[in-house]
C-alpha cells in the first residue's frame, strides 16, 4: 500500500522524519498494516511523503488533525553530534521544541507516541545503563535529547521513550558507521577505530520492528531498545570487515583523546542494558553477528 493512503478501519500511523535510516524501515515495515503518513523535512524518500518541519507548531498541528494519526513514532532529530555543539540553537529547536510540539499534537488527536532518545543521555562512567540510572549528559547532543524526553513526559498522556545506542543499516544515500566501514575497505582506505568508545550498536531493521511492536501493544514509560551486545567501535568495526570479507588489517586502532577531529566530547561507555523491553516484545535485540549477517542477507538480495 502507497505511504500516506488512508484506508477505511485501518489504523493510522504517523512517522517523522520518515527519510532517515530508521524512520524509512518503520514505514517499510507499516505498510501492511497500517494506513501510514511519512513526513520529511529536506528530502522525500516514500511516494506521498509529507514536508513537515517540526519546529513550527502550526504545521505540526495542521498535518496530525488533517491525518489524525492513532499511533506516532518520531524519529525526526539532529543527531550530528558535533553540529548539535556548534549550532546549539538549532540543536535546541528541533530536538527540544520539536518534540514539545509532537507531544502536544499527539495530545491535541489523543494519539500514542513513541519517542526515540539516545544512550548519550549518559555520562559514559559506569556503562551497561539500566533505565533507573541518572541521565548526566556531557555533550549538548544529549542535552536536547534529555530535554525532548522531558517535553513528553510533560505534554503527552500516552508515550513511550526508546533510548537506542548507534543505529546502523542500509539507506539509499545516509551514511552510517557500518556503511562507512564498509565503504572504506571496500576502496582499501585504511580507517583509524576508537578501541577504547563502548556503545550497544542497534540495527535499524530491528529497533524498527521493536518500535512498531512497543506502538502496538501500547507500552508506557522508559525502555532501552538497543542491540544486545556491548562492544567497542573498533571491534564492532573488525567484526563488520569479517561479515562482509573485507580486509581486518586496514582498521587501524586508536584512543578517544587522539581524536582531534571531534568538537562534542563523547561518553566512553553508554552502552544500555534491555533486559527491560525483552520482558515484553517478542521482537528481540540483535547481537552483533545477528544484526550484521541480517544486513548482509539484505544486501544479496
Known amino acids: 500500500m502507497p505511504a500516506g493512503k488512508i484506508l477505511k478501519n485501518r489504523k493510522r500511523l504517523l512517522v517523522t522524519g520518515a527519510s532517515g535510516l530508521l524512520g524509512n524501515k ?5 505498510e501492511k498494516d497500517y494506513s ?10 516514500h511516494s506521498n511523503s509529507i514536508e513537515l518541519d517540526i519546529t513550527e507548531a502550526k504545521d505540526v498541528r495542521k498535518v496530525f488533525h488533517k491525518f489524525e494519526p492513532d499511533k506516532v513514532i518520531h524519529t525526526a532529530s539532529e543527531t550530528n553530534v558535533d553540529m548539535c555543539e556548534k549550532e546549539k540553537d538549532h540543536a535546541w529547536k528541533t530536538n527540544v521544541d520539536g518534540s514539545h510540539n509532537i507531544a502536544l499534537a499527539c495530545s491535541e488527536v489523543s494519539a500514542t507516541l513513541v519517542y526515540i532518545s539516545t544512550d548519550y543521555v549518559f555520562d559514559g562512567r559506569k556503562g551497561s545503563y539500566v533505565e533507573e540510572d541518572n541521565p548526566n549528559p556531557i555533550n549538548y547532543y544529549g542535552v536536547t535529547k534529555l530535554e525532548g524526553e522531558n517535553q513528553i513526559i510533560r505534554n503527552c498522556r500516552n508515550y513511550t521513550i526508546l533510548r537506542t545506542s548507534v543505529i546502523y543499516g542500509w539507506h539509499p544515500w545516509k551514511q552510517n558507521f557500518a ?86 566530547e563523547r561518553p566512553k561507555d553508554s552502552s544500555l542494558k534491555t533486559e527491560k523491553i525483552q520482558k515484553h516484545l517478542k521482537t528481540k535485540p540483535l547481537k552483533i553477528t545477528e544484526g550484521l549477517n541480517r544486513m548482509k542477507r539484505e544486501a544479496e538480495q
Open 179 to 264: 556503511t562507512w566501514v564498509i565503504e572504506s575497505l571496500r576502496q582499501q582506505k585504511e580507517i583509524a577505530v576508537v578501541e577504547d568508545h563502548y556503545n550497544t550498536p542497534t540495527l535499524a531493521d530491528n529497533l524498527a520492528q521493536m518500535a512498531l511492536e512497543t506502538s502496538e501493544k501500547g507500552l508506557q514509560g522508559l525502555y532501552h531498545a538497543s542491540g544486545s551486545e556491548r562492544v567497542s567501535r573498533y571491534t564492532f568495526a573488525k567484526q563488520i570487515a569479517k561479515t562482509f570479507n573485507l580486509d581486518t588489517s586496514l582498521i587501524k586502532p586508536i584512543k578517544m583523546h587522539q581524536l582531534t577531529a571531534w568538537i562534542a
Open 26 to 30: 518503520i514505514i517499510k515495515l507499516a
Open 36 to 45: 501510514v503518513a511519512p513526513t520529511h523535512r529536506t528530502k522525500p524518500l
